[in-house]
């Protein structure tokens, strides 16, 4: 996976990395609906930004449509896949096989993405042993073996929040640098370490604040007294 620093050094700005997969979410959409070509101005909009912002973060992959034609839609789905770095098979750990552990392991997106589960991990002995979505359940004892037996680049972390950073340790300890986690707490990792945090409660508090306001909540109706 691509660190910071790499698409850094390429000249690629942060805000354009984050940009990448939601145009290449919508290419997907498009190629699966049989579109060759597309405008700037479509593929803006269905990926939820303005077309300026579009055509400047696709020229950083030396991508620049053809006049009156657009952009050719295969062809910028394996730019952008390569740039990512998902025209590789990327072998994922998930760590915590709860309801979220089971839901991502069945996910059937990652395989056509890059990503491939290759191992699930979980403390519970009544877990461990279970069959899930073909991979067998292995103890937590043994996280370190089977990262490296699996060739796992990639740790998902769903377990509880009091286990996370233990965890966390110990897989940066045999050599993983990329983490996407979703327990309710920061990690402390170092600097060579990409975590992305997926908070879910976190994103509907934002929802609820906004339906509250939307609703006149309690400070409109504070503020109307």
């Not at 394996?78 to 072998?91: C, F, K, N, P, V």
Request: with cysteine; glycine share 10%.
């Amino acid at each position: 996976m691509k660190s910071p620093s790499q698409s850094r050094d390429r000249g690629i700005p942060e805000a354009t990395v984050a940009r990448l997969p939601l145009y290449l979410r919508a290419l997907h959409g498009m190629a699966e609906r049989g579109i060759a070509t597309v405008s700037s101005e479509d593929l803006a909009l269905a990926a939820g930004v303005n077309s300026a912002k579009l055509r400047k973060d696709l020229s950083h992959l030396g991508s620049y449509g053809t006049r009156g034609v657009g952009y050719d839609v295969e062809y910028l789905v394996y730019q952008i896949s390569r740039e990512l770095g998902l025209t590789q098979d990327w072998a994922v750990a998930i760590v915590g096989v709860g309801n979220l552990g089971r839901a991502l392991a069945n996910y059937g997106g990652f395989v056509s993405r890059g990503f491939r589960v290759a191992a699930l991990v979980d403390a519970d002995p009544e877990v461990v042993g279970d069959t899930i979505a073909g991979l067998n359940v292995e103890h937590i004892d043994e996280l370190e073996a089977v990262i490296k037996r699996r060739g796992v680049s990639i740790v998902v972390l769903a377990t509880p929040a009091a286990a996370a950073q233990e965890v966390c340790d110990r897989v940066i300890s045999v050599g993983v640098t990329s983490i996407l986690n979703f327990a309710p707490v920061v990690l402390s990792v170092p600097e060579s370490v990409d975590v992305r945090k997926v908070d879910l409660s976190i994103e509907l508090q934002i929802l609820a604040f906004h339906e509250q306001r939307k609703a006149g909540g309690p400070l409109m109706a504070m503020d109307s007294q």
